[in-house]
């Protein structure tokens, strides 16, 4: 899905009509009119990445920075006793708009929201195949870098619609998988 053609970039715009509790020059905070409960927000790029690992490292900071505040707006001033704050990220884990956003849902005992799941009991053999396959993939990632030197400002991680890309064609192939 293209920029023209996201209804949350239309939002953005002011194309489309909506609650905006706030706004920067990166990033928007929007209620839900339909959402889980009373309160339900979004917070939001303004430039259009439709999964996580598309968002520039600067730019999900400010959206999880804003997330915060808007959590404690609502436990200030809506009544909240509790927040969840998630990402859906890709059609398995319930993304239904192709645009990163991060919900923040004001919570209160007994409101019928329910976000609980099922443990499922790994196996010692299979967590140690999962655990040496992350700590590969993470080793010298920019969060093991950002702990030794001073990090430089990143770019989009790997942006399907970059023109000059110079990565691996699979991580392409993986990121459109994802995207809903």
């Not at 706004?23 to 839900?32: F, H, P, Q, R």
């Not at 319930?94 to 004001?106: C, K, S, Y």
């Not at 870098?145 to 430089?152: C, G, M, Q």
Request: hydrophobic fraction near 40%; charge should be negative; proline fraction near 6%.
């Amino acid at each position: 899905m293209k920029k023209e053609s996201c209804l949350i970039c239309q939002i953005v715009d002011g194309k489309v009509p909506s609650f905006k509790i706030f706004e920067d020059e990166k990033t928007v905070a929007i209620l839900d009119l339909n959402g889980a409960n009373p309160g339900h927000c979004f917070v939001i790029p303004k430039g259009h990445y439709p999964i996580l690992e598309q968002v520039p490292d600067e730019e999900l900071a400010q959206l999880f920075l804003l997330a915060n505040k808007v959590s404690v707006a609502l436990f200030d001033h809506a009544g909240a006793e509790g927040t969840n704050i998630f990402v859906a990220n890709g059609l398995p884990a319930g993304q239904t708009v192709a645009h990163f956003m991060v919900h923040v849902i004001p919570r209160k005992q007994n409101d019928g929201l329910n976000l609980q799941w099922q443990p499922k009991q790994l196996a010692e053999d299979e967590a140690s195949t999962i655990e040496l396959k992350l700590k590969d993939e993470l080793r010298g990632s920019a969060v093991t870098r950002a702990s030794t030197a001073a990090r430089k400002p990143s770019k989009p991680h790997t942006a399907i619609n970059s023109s000059s890309w110079d990565g691996d064609d699979d991580e392409i192939i993986m990121q459109i998988r994802r995207i809903p």
